[in-house]
């Protein structure tokens, strides 16, 4: 069946085609024409943990990509996570976050920065979410060992989206519900999850569109090696291998984000026998929502960015123009 659907809002995604967002001095725009012609329209990039100075340094020089609109904003994925749930965030580079520095990401961003992860049972945490909050940034829950109670305090205080549920966090026990508990249970807060098949059983995909309906934001986590084969690739300096299209550390420990875009995604979720209503709800409508972006539509007036699909192919339109997939 043909379909035409809004262009894709992937709010949270690493890099594609060798490319790592988080990277100095490191074009960005063959990362961003790779996403955009797979079906998102707009992204946002996210930069994972590294060096405060650096990071600043990697700030400076996206910002122009989002004066542009090439870029929608930045995600800041560290360095305020729990070394205990770090997947492949570098150890030695995580600590609490404080007003002071948080102030200087923000001074450093000139507004260009959308979405903060972090984890809330950080020293500093809840000072750092309602000054986040308090200048229109969205503060995500993740990779955290944060418990219930924390979990609900940080909402309380204005975090309003949990980072890649389900990884980056314990799992859900019923005596200790943890962040996995009150997220499902919480219906002011987004969840996301990132349903390649790899980081999450179908079923568990299935069972938490039933449980948070109409909370669900799909995303990609999509990393440097996204559009290209196995081999040794990285994030943020930790080296990644990736082996028959999943990439981990090279160590083995953790998962190290994935290697699909988010039209894939939902194109794999389509198959399946997902209705395209809750698909373009959670792949374009709801992320556009949370970060206050204009709704993606297919109404006479709407910027003209969509996805068609026809015979199994799959074409991106962006500011009225086709792009080559």
């Known amino acids: 069946m043909d379909t035409l659907v809004p262009g894709f809002v992937d709010m949270h995604v690493h890099g594609a085609s060798g490319v790592d967002f988080s990277d100095v001095g490191v074009d960005p725009q063959p990362a961003i024409d790779h996403h955009h012609s797979t079906g998102s329209t707009t992204i946002i990039a996210s ?20 004066a542009s609109g090439a870029l929608s904003g930045l995600h800041l994925e560290g360095p305020w996570l729990s070394r205990t749930r770090r997947g492949a965030h570098a150890a030695e580079l995580l600590r609490s976050p404080t007003v002071r520095e948080v102030g200087l990401f923000l001074d450093a961003a000139e507004g260009s920065i959308r979405m903060v992860t972090l984890a809330p049972e950080l020293p500093g945490a809840l000072e750092a979410i309602h000054l986040l909050a ?19 305090r940080a909402i309380d205080a204005g975090a309003s989206v949990i980072t890649h549920l389900y990884n980056g966090m314990p799992s859900l026990h019923h005596r200790n519900p943890g962040v996995v508990g009150v997220a499902l249970g919480r219906t002011d807060v987004a969840v996301e999850l990132i349903a390649d098949g790899t980081h999450l059983d179908d079923r568990v995909v299935d069972a938490t569109f039933s449980a948070a309906a109409g909370r669900i934001v799909l995303i990609s986590d999509g990393m440097s090696a996204t559009g290209l084969g196995d081999g ?10 990736v082996e028959d299209g999943t990439a981990r550390l090279a160590d ?16 794999r979720q389509s198959a399946r026998g997902m209705a395209w209503d809750l698909l373009v709800h959670a792949a374009a409508t709801l992320p556009a929502k949370l970060l206050g972006l204009p709704a993606p539509r297919l109404d006479r007036g709407a910027p003209a960015n969509l996805v068609a699909s026809a015979n199994g192919a799959i074409s991106t339109m962006k500011d009225g123009r086709w792009l080559d997939s």
């Open 47 to 66: 930069l994972a943990t590294g060096v405060t100075g650096a990071m600043l340094e990697r700030i400076r020089e996206l910002r122009p990509f989002v």
């Open 252 to 267: 083995g420990t953790s998962l190290a984000g994935s290697v699909r875009t988010l039209g894939e995604i939902v194109r």
């Open 134 to 152: 308090a200048h229109g940034v969205v503060v995500a829950i993740g990779h955290t060992d944060a418990d219930a109670e924390t979990t609900e």
């Open 232 to 241: 040794t690739y990285g994030i943020a300096g930790s080296p990644v291998v």
